[in-house]
């Protein structure tokens, strides 16, 4: 079992790592827009309604694009193309997309700059901030993602995504459900007690001031 998974994670890997060395041109379909530029107006019209024109998304469950990876977007474009990851909406935009477009999209969301989340209504809980900070060292969250939780290359910018979220995520991971192109998120978070997962999400979305930094060594999430 082990090792069909690991082939299937090398697998994944390799199909992505050929995507991303692949020049943008390659598989195109005659005068479609090449580069971040001509993507934005695709965005625009395809994702900005759900995601948001500046990334941030104000739609529940549904995450901020702002301040991620081409890498790590490229990476869940081709999840959702290919049937490994299981959202409805996301599949069938994906679906559309031939190699050009998971690029372009990515290429184009790579250069949406981190928006801040909005103010909490009310002021964080600094008991369960605390305990959210314990956990994310407990469970080296930072030795991937980055001392201020902004990702780098394969791994994700999580500092500031929505917390319903974030929730939802971390407990796919946990139980299996979401797949990775490697068993990394799914052994880190694998026996966390969902109240955990919970406060790990709670502080992860407030965490205040994160802005670019060197991307971490990348872990292959």
């Known amino acids: 079992m082990r090792r069909a998974a690991a082939a299937h994670a090398i697998a994944i890997a390799a199909a992505l790592l050929g995507l991303a060395a692949q020049p943008a041109v390659a598989q195109g ?6 580069g971040p530029g001509g993507y934005g107006q695709r965005y625009a019209a395809l994702c900005a309604a759900c995601h948001g024109a500046n990334g941030r ?4 469950g549904t995450p901020a694009l702002a301040g991620q990876h081409s890498f790590y977007a490229i990476t869940q474009l081709f ?3 290919e049937g490994r990851r299981a959202n409805e909406a996301m599949s069938a935009v994906a679906k559309t997309m031939n190699d050009t477009d998971l690029r ?3 290429d184009f969301i790579a250069t949406l700059p981190p928006v801040p989340a909005p103010p909490p209504a009310t002021p964080p809980d600094a008991a369960r901030m605390l305990r959210g900070q314990a956990l994310a060292q ?3 969250c930072l030795n991937c993602h980055g001392a201020d939780l902004s990702g780098g290359q394969q791994v994700p910018r999580i500092a500031q995504q929505r917390e319903d979220y974030l929730q939802l995520t971390l407990r796919e991971f946990s139980s299996g459900k979401r797949p990775g192109y490697t ?3 799914g052994a880190a978070l694998s026996g966390i007690p969902v109240a955990d997962l919970d406060s790990l999400a709670y502080y992860i979305a407030r965490l205040p001031g994160a802005a670019p930094s060197t991307p971490p060594k990348p872990s292959g999430k």
């Open 79 to 81: 999840l959702f193309r």
């Open 104 to 106: 372009g999209f990515s």
């Open 57 to 60: 998304s104000d739609m529940p």
């Open 138 to 140: 407990e469970h080296r």
């Open 183 to 185: 068993q990394a998120m």
């Open 29 to 34: 379909k005659p005068g479609a827009p090449a």
